[in-house]
């Protein structure tokens, strides 16, 4: 029996939770993430924002000077879409146990033994995107495939609201008119590579030999992009595994050298983090930030705390202090910034202490009152009803 893979993609989650919590919004551009006049990025957007050239990421100051005035402007409400996004998943548990969740929004799930209960894949994707409808009152995007490339790409092919189906022997028709830069690993530095060799499409990268491909671009990529181009890969599903971290990370439409900019999406990136650690009932001892200069110069810096946190505060002032202590990094272009925290006592328990040293003595602190209050409110009214304005987080001394 072939491999039957389905993933699944909701269409703008984040936007598309907003216009149906707003019916008044439906029509409308509408922009999740800053607000107009502040810094920030936007988080996602709805396909009428997406017309005008808006995207993930983006300059909120950008976004906003290719909006028409009739745009909507929304903090995320990051409680609300997980709670969304749970039960998209129950939806995906009730018609098959394999299930790998690789974001809020996105799953690929293993449908190879339910032709035979359910019927033909297009029906099975079917069931999928109604039981999402009525649950939820969402679209999603649906790709079924023998592995997780054709899967996604699949998926990728009718957005939003669509379902596309590629069996084993439809494959090489459904790859060769595509781009060839869809295929995964094939970024800036290889792009250029294969366009030099007149490669324009799948198709094209199919009648390179593989010696070609491994010469020009090293043995490892030039292997992977031989094999993606014939529909060759992974079809196993892994479900989901405890997570070992949480991280939120930025890319910039444009190079950013502004160091309040970078403060203010740090900000955001610990008020993210510290608030899922919270939800997930985790706290972790390992900061880590990371940050990509022009054009893809990657580095990260850590720090290992002597007690587990959750708290947004004091992830922020860590991370702004790694930020700023590199002194080499002053004034250089930033194309990405993010934060991460890992690290998580074993079991989630709390941690046994030395009890002869004495930085150990004390019992581990509760969870501050403000947190507290403030998690209850977002957890009743959403993640935008309250959070900390970035003044109060630089008192990090």
Same mark, same amino acid.
């Given at each position: 029996?072939?491999? &039957?893979?389905? !993933?699944?993609?909701?269409?703008?989650?984040?936007?598309?939770?907003?216009?149906?919590? !707003?019916?008044?919004?439906?029509?409308?551009?509408?922009?999740?993430?800053? /607000?107009?006049?502040?810094? %920030?990025?936007?988080?996602?957007?709805?396909?009428? #924002?997406?017309?005008? %050239?808006?995207?993930?990421? $983006?300059?909120?100051?950008?976004?906003?000077?290719? &909006?028409?005035?009739?745009? *909507?402007?929304?903090?995320?409400?990051?409680?609300?879409?997980?709670? *969304?996004?749970?039960?998209?998943?129950?939806?995906?548990?009730?018609?098959?146990?394999?299930?790998?969740?690789?974001?809020?929004?996105?799953?690929?799930?293993?449908?190879?033994?339910? =032709?035979?209960?359910?019927?033909?894949?297009?029906?099975?994707?079917?069931?999928?995107?109604?039981?999402?409808?009525?649950?939820? %009152?969402?679209?999603?995007?649906?790709?079924?495939?023998?592995?997780?490339?054709?899967?996604?790409?699949?998926?990728?092919?009718?957005?939003?609201? @669509?379902?596309?189906? *590629?069996?084993?022997?439809?494959?090489? +028709?459904?790859?060769?008119?595509?781009?060839?830069?869809?295929?995964?690993?094939? %970024?800036?530095?290889?792009?250029?590579?294969?366009?030099?060799? @007149?490669?324009?499409?799948?198709?094209?990268?199919?009648?390179?030999?593989? *010696?070609?491909?491994?010469? !020009?671009?090293?043995?490892?990529?030039?292997?992977?992009?031989?094999?993606?181009?014939?529909?060759?890969?992974?079809?196993?599903?892994?479900?989901?595994?405890?997570?070992?971290?949480?991280?939120?990370?930025?890319?910039? +439409?444009?190079?950013?050298?502004?160091? /309040?900019?970078?403060?203010?999406?740090?900000?955001?990136?610990?008020?993210?983090?510290?608030?899922?650690?919270?939800?997930?009932?985790?706290?972790?001892?390992?900061?880590?930030?990371?940050?990509?200069?022009?054009?893809?110069?990657? !580095?990260?810096?850590?720090?290992?705390?002597?007690?587990?946190?959750?708290?947004?505060?004091?992830?922020?002032?860590?991370?702004?202090? $790694?930020?700023?202590?590199? =002194?080499?990094?002053?004034?250089?272009?930033?194309?990405?910034?993010? &934060?991460?925290?890992?690290?998580?006592?074993?079991?989630?328990?709390?941690?046994?202490?030395?009890?002869?040293?004495?930085?150990? #003595?004390?019992?581990?602190?509760?969870?501050?009152? &403000?947190?507290?209050?403030?998690?209850?409110?977002?957890?009743?009214?959403?993640?935008?009803?309250?959070?900390?304005?970035?003044?109060?987080?630089?008192?990090?001394?």
């Amino acid at each position: 029996m072939s491999r &039957l893979i389905l !993933h699944v993609d909701l269409d703008a989650f984040f936007a598309a939770i907003e216009q149906r919590d !707003h019916p008044e919004w439906q029509g409308r551009p509408v922009v999740v993430g800053a /607000q107009p006049g502040q810094r %920030g990025v936007v988080a996602t957007c709805s396909y009428e #924002a997406r017309r005008f %050239g808006v995207h993930s990421a $983006m300059p909120i100051a950008q976004a906003v000077r290719r &909006l028409p005035p009739e745009a *909507v402007y929304v903090r995320p409400r990051m409680a609300q879409y997980a709670q *969304v996004s749970e039960q998209i998943m129950a939806v995906l548990a009730t018609l098959s146990p394999q299930i790998e969740r690789v974001s809020i929004d996105e799953a690929y799930l293993d449908i190879s033994g339910l =032709t035979a209960l359910v019927g033909p894949p297009q029906v099975i994707g079917e069931q999928v995107k109604t039981g999402i409808r009525q649950a939820v %009152g969402l679209t999603a995007s649906v790709g079924i495939g023998p592995n997780r490339l054709i899967a996604k790409l699949a998926s990728d092919a009718r957005k939003p609201d @669509g379902l596309t189906v *590629v069996l084993a022997d439809q494959v090489d +028709a459904f790859l060769n008119p595509m781009p060839f830069q869809v295929l995964r690993g094939i %970024g800036p530095k290889t792009a250029p590579r294969l366009g030099r060799l @007149g490669v324009r499409t799948i198709g094209d990268v199919r009648r390179l030999p593989l *010696v070609t491909l491994r010469r !020009h671009l090293g043995a490892r990529a030039g292997t992977q992009c031989y094999c993606q181009a014939r529909g060759i890969a992974d079809d196993q599903i892994h479900p989901e595994r405890p997570r070992k971290s949480i991280s939120k990370e930025t890319t910039f +439409a444009e190079d950013v050298t502004d160091p /309040q900019m970078l403060e203010s999406t740090l900000h955001w990136a610990a008020q993210e983090v510290s608030w899922l650690a919270r939800q997930t009932g985790n706290k972790g001892r390992v900061v880590t930030l990371k940050i990509r200069f022009f054009p893809f110069e990657t !580095h990260t810096r850590s720090r290992t705390l002597t007690r587990p946190t959750a708290d947004e505060q004091q992830l922020f002032c860590i991370a702004r202090s $790694m930020l700023t202590t590199e =002194t080499s990094w002053h004034s250089r272009p930033v194309r990405l910034i993010g &934060l991460g925290l890992s690290g998580w006592p074993e079991s989630n328990r709390r941690v046994q202490l030395d009890l002869f040293d004495a930085a150990n #003595a004390q019992p581990e602190p509760e969870e501050p009152t &403000l947190t507290k209050t403030l998690d209850a409110i977002r957890q009743r009214f959403g993640a935008e009803a309250i959070q900390r304005g970035l003044s109060t987080h630089r008192h990090c001394d």
